[in-house]
C-alpha cells in the first residue's frame, strides 16, 4: 500500500499506483460523498417532517434523479458524452423541486408537502417505466436496469468534481437548519413563536436534499435505505435533538456506503453484485423489524 502511495507522486508511476488512483480512490471518495448524502438527508428530512420513516424518496428526488438519467440514456446521450449521464440526473432533482413546490406552496403543511411529493414520486417513476416499455432495443433496456440497480464500479474523478459544488450547497443547507429542527420537534406553533421561520427551514432541507442526493443518485443509479436506516441506528447514541443527529448521519451513511461498497467488491465475480442490491438487502430487514417495534408501543 505504502508503494502504491509513493507511487502516486512518481514521473512515471506504477500499475498499482494507476489503479489507485483512476479507480479505487474515485471510487471510495464517491462511496463516501454520496453516503454522506443520503444519511444526512434521511436524518433532516425526519426531523422536518416529524416522522421516523421520512427518507428522501418521499419527496420526490430520487426518481426525479433517476428519471432524468434514464432519458438520457433512451436518448442515446450516455454514448456521445460521459458526463451527460450525472447532468441529467442532477437536471432531473432540480426539477423535483420546481414541481414541489408548484403542487405544495411555499407555505404548506407537513401533509401537503408530503403527499405532493408522492405525486412527483409516482408521476417519475410511471415515466422511467414508460421509458423502459419503450426503449428502443433490448439493450438499452438492459443498460438503464443495470444503471438502476445502483453501482460505483467504472466511475472517475470527473463525477466527482462534477458533483462537488452541489453535494456540497446541498450539506452546507442541510446543517444550516439544524436550528429550526430543533424547535420543530415543539411543533410548528411553538417553533414559530421562537423565531424561527418555516418556510425557510423547508427550503433549506427541500432544496439541500435535492442538490446533495440529486447528485448522489446521478452517479450511482438507485441505493435505496440508507437515508432511512442511519438516523435510527444513530439516534439513541446521539440523543432525539435533529441538529446532534444531522452530522453524526452524514458520518455513519459514509461509512455504511463505503462498507457496502467493500462488500460488493470482495463478493465472487460474475456477475458483481449492485450497491443497492446490497443496501437494499441490508434495509429492508431492518425497515421491518421497526415497523414491528413501532405496533408492539402502541397502546
Known sequence: MGAALAG??????????????????????LGLMVGASLGL????????????????????????ASLGAVLVFYFGMASAFALALPLGGI???LLAVVLLYALAG??????TLILAGMAVSSFAAALTSLALNLAPSPYAALEIIQ??????????????????????????LMLASGRSLDALTLGEDAAATLGVSLIRARAQVVVGTALAVGAAVSVTGGVAFVGLVI?????????????????????????LLLAADIAVRLA?????LKLGVVTALIGAPFFLVLLLRNRQAEP
Open 268 to 272: 465472487p465475480p460474475q456477475p458483481e
Open 106 to 111: 411555499r407555505d404548506s403543511s407537513v401533509l
Open 231 to 255: 438516523p435510527h441506528l444513530l439516534r439513541p447514541f446521539v440523543g432525539h435533538r435533529p441538529s446532534r443527529l444531522l452530522a453524526a448521519s452524514a458520518l455513519g451513511g459514509a461509512t
Open 91 to 93: 437536471v432531473g432533482a
Open 41 to 64: 438527508s434521511g436524518a433532516a428530512l425526519q426531523g422536518l417532517l416529524r416522522n421516523p420513516l421520512a427518507e428522501p424518496g418521499l419527496i420526490g428526488v430520487s426518481a426525479t
Open 147 to 172: 444503471w438502476l440497480l445502483g453501482s460505483l464500479a467504472d466511475r472517475s474523478m470527473d463525477h466527482v468534481w462534477l458533483i462537488l459544488p452541489f453535494t456540497l450547497v446541498g450539506w452546507g
Open 8 to 29: 502516486l507522486f512518481s514521473a512515471d508511476p506504477p500499475v498499482v499506483s494507476v489503479i489507485l488512483a483512476e479507480i479505487r480512490l474515485p471510487r471510495a471518495i
